[in-house]
């Protein structure tokens, strides 16, 4: 089983709406990802937060914001989306910093907007 | 910058025949780790093996063994005896040690294992 738990597992969202995905992960990781996966394509890396600060923005619209509360949550806030934001958004964890620590990645969730 | 290619888009087998997965990168750095994430239908990304630049060990665990070949910059991934729960997307990635952890990832190469 997998240790970063993400939620909700499926999100159906208007255009107009504002939801959140929930990441939590119980490895005493200090360093945790979003990812976008579009069909048929491998994850695209959105945000890196380390130590609980934002590391990484890979230019990604204002209508996501990423919150990490505290070095085993974190969120990504959904506002005003587009249908073309569609896709699974992959959270995931690992110790931080280079080395080539490996990166675990929870189920995702899978987004829909409508 | 990193690049790792995954020429096969799909692969498609019969249970118990044996199929590799090819994988090859290109980095200017000599120091890096490659990875093998298995990715099933319902969308984890499953971790599989890391291996580091220094080590080019030939890795086996069970079913699985791994090649690592500096001189021709490939990383393959063979799969013995397939069943069909080995169906999934398999994704090969490369991460440098400097900076923070990211993955590099090839486009995947889907494996369908019918019975």
């Known amino acids: 089983d997998t240790e970063v738990t993400q939620t909700p597992k499926h999100l159906v969202m208007g255009m107009t709406n504002k939801k959140s995905l929930k990441c939590e992960q119980h490895?005493?990781?200090?360093?945790m990802y979003w990812y976008k996966q579009k069909a048929k394509k491998p994850p695209e890396l959105m945000f890196v937060?380390?130590?609980?600060?934002?590391?990484i923005n890979e230019s990604v619209p204002s209508r996501f914001s990423p919150e990490c509360p505290n070095s085993s949550l974190l969120n990504l806030h959904l506002h005003a989306l587009q249908p073309e934001d569609s896709a699974l958004y992959l959270c995931?964890?690992?110790?931080?910093?280079?080395?080539?620590?490996?990166?675990?990645f929870g189920e995702g969730s899978w987004l829909t907007v409508v | 910058a990193q690049k790792v290619t995954q020429a096969q888009t799909e692969i498609s087998v019969v249970e118990k025949e044996d199929v590799t997965l090819d994988c090859v990168y290109e980095?200017?750095?000599?120091?890096?780790?490659l990875f093998w994430y298995k990715q099933p239908p319902s969308g984890e990304l499953v971790f599989l093996i890391r291996?580091?630049?220094?080590?080019?060990q030939n890795e086996i665990s069970g079913r699985y063994s791994w090649n690592f070949q500096k001189s021709t910059s490939s990383f393959n991934f063979t799969i013995t005896a397939s069943q069909v729960v080995d169906s999934a997307v398999y994704f090969c990635?490369?991460?440098?040690?400097?900076?923070?952890?990211?993955?590099?990832f090839g486009k995947g190469t889907m494996l369908l294992v019918s019975p």
């Open positions: 990635a490369l991460t440098l040690i400097s900076g923070y952890s990211t993955l590099t």
């Open positions: 937060y380390s130590y609980e600060k934002l590391s």
């Open positions: 490895m005493g990781h200090r360093a």
């Open positions: 980095t200017r750095d000599t120091t890096y780790y």
């Open positions: 291996r580091n630049s220094f080590d080019e």
């Open positions: 995931a964890s690992s110790q931080p910093g280079g080395s080539g620590n490996t990166i675990y």
